[in-house]
């Protein structure tokens, strides 16, 4: 049966807890985290006793100083957990970590990364001084919302053009009480990429999750290296070349720092398998799935295939992926070929790995010099590079292999694509 977006993970089953009610040992502070309460009134600030909790922020955005090319974020949204003397900030996969201290009836922390949200639109948003004051709003001596006036320090990339600025946010916060879901792409994902899934907000570290169906495989957390021991989970990686057309979904046990279970979200696809590429010199059916025009040709311009009659023509701004199938004890993965362009440079990576494996190799080759380039009698693609081998090793066992020969990434200013002409493409 396929699960919807809104199912709770398999096994999680325990009762949601309480937001953690220890006080946080800071001088000059005492109290509990936000659990509300009867009274009337209100009032905030050093009254206003606050603890560890988890916390859910909304709040607009402006721009303090007009640019040239404005900045578009509008509007923030993110979940803040306070656990021990650590600040958690987190959405949607991205998260931070800060020390934290209480002062006056407030959180206080320095030099935050805060999470961009669905709306606003950046590659960095820092604040240097994060001060989140206690509202009492019942009376009962403990907080029972956040809220914020900071001023934030934005990059963005638009177009070939960097951007910063800064920008006003008011922010106001009230308890958690939204489940944590999975979010993970509708999209079939090429094979090399392995899986990946991240949540919503920041994960209890007891958070456990694995795929099924294909396969049995983990999908461990994608912590950074240099995170202590039990910090929030908010991403899950696994990196191995995974089998084209599978389909997996997560299961496991999970909750956020309110005790809310996590609730599933999409199944984890590959591409269909474009069956196996014969190793023929391109003399055959071409068998890839990717994006753009190959097609199998004999020349380009005045440049003839590189060897017998045809070789794969792979246009600017396109990509392939290969499944090939080793005979026997075949550990190298070869190629040759040119490339086309205004300036002609080899601009798209080239990257293998074995089915089941978790290695993903880089095809090396040598870098012609720009004085080697032939002239291709085309006024499109007017230079190409001498001929040029791919290769790589590939050590693990098994019997299925990943070839991508992706398109060129770039996020800026970026220089013309190239096409490139490939031939011999064999496992040995």
């Not at 199912?7 to 509300?36: F, H, K, M, N, Q």
């Not at 820092?126 to 956040?146: C, F, P, T, Y």
């Amino acid at each position: 049966m396929t699960r919807t977006r809104t199912e709770v993970l398999r096994a999680v089953v325990e009762p949601a807890r309480a937001p953690r009610a220890e006080t946080l040992d800071v001088a000059g502070s005492a109290g509990v985290g936000p659990r509300g309460g009867a009274g009337q009134g209100g009032s905030g600030g050093a009254g206003v006793h606050l603890g560890n909790g988890s916390w859910d922020f909304t709040g607009d955005v402006k721009e303090l100083t007009p640019n040239t090319f404005p900045i578009s974020c509008d509007h923030l949204d993110f979940t803040v957990v306070i656990d021990g003397q650590t600040m958690t900030l987190g959405r949607n996969g991205e998260q931070s970590s800060v020390p934290v201290q209480i002062a006056d009836g407030e959180y206080v922390a320095t030099d935050v990364e805060l999470p961009k949200g669905t709306a606003c639109y950046v590659s960095q948003l820092h604040a240097k001084v994060l001060r989140l004051r206690g509202i009492d709003s019942d009376g009962d001596g403990e907080a029972d919302q956040l809220e914020t006036s900071a001023t934030l320090d934005a990059s963005a990339i638009q177009g070939d053009i960097g951007v910063n600025g800064m920008l006003s946010a008011n922010l106001t916060a009230v308890p958690d009480r939204t489940s944590p879901t999975l979010i993970i792409s509708d999209r079939a994902q090429n094979p090399l990429d392995g899986a990946y899934a991240s949540a919503s907000e920041p994960l209890d570290p007891t958070t456990s999750l694995k795929l099924t169906g294909t396969s049995a495989l983990p999908l461990p957390s994608d912590q950074a290296p240099d995170a202590p021991p039990g910090s929030p989970l908010i991403s899950f990686r696994l990196q191995s070349v995974l089998p084209f057309g599978g389909t997996w979904q997560v299961t496991g046990v999970g909750k956020d720092f309110a005790g809310h279970s996590l609730l599933a979200g999409n199944s984890i696809t590959t591409v269909p398998d474009p069956g196996t590429q014969a190793q023929d010199g391109f003399e055959s059916t071409l068998h890839a799935v990717g994006a753009g025009d190959a097609s199998l040709i004999a020349s380009y311009g005045t440049i003839a295939a590189l060897s017998g009659a045809h070789s794969l023509w792979l246009p600017p701004d396109s990509s392939l992926t290969f499944h090939l199938q080793r005979a026997g004890a075949e550990n190298k993965l070869h190629f040759a070929a040119r490339a086309f362009g205004q300036s002609a440079y080899f601009g798209k990576p080239a990257s293998a790995g074995v089915v089941g494996g978790s290695k993903i190799v880089e095809l090396t080759h040598a870098t012609p010099a720009s004085s080697d380039s032939i002239a291709t009698g085309d006024a499109k693609l007017p230079w190409a590079t001498p001929v040029v081998s791919f290769d790589a090793v590939l050590d693990e066992p098994g019997s299925d292999v990943v070839l991508r020969i992706a398109e060129q990434y770039c996020n800026g200013f970026c220089p013309p694509g190239t096409a490139w002409m490939i031939d011999d493409l064999r496992l040995e």
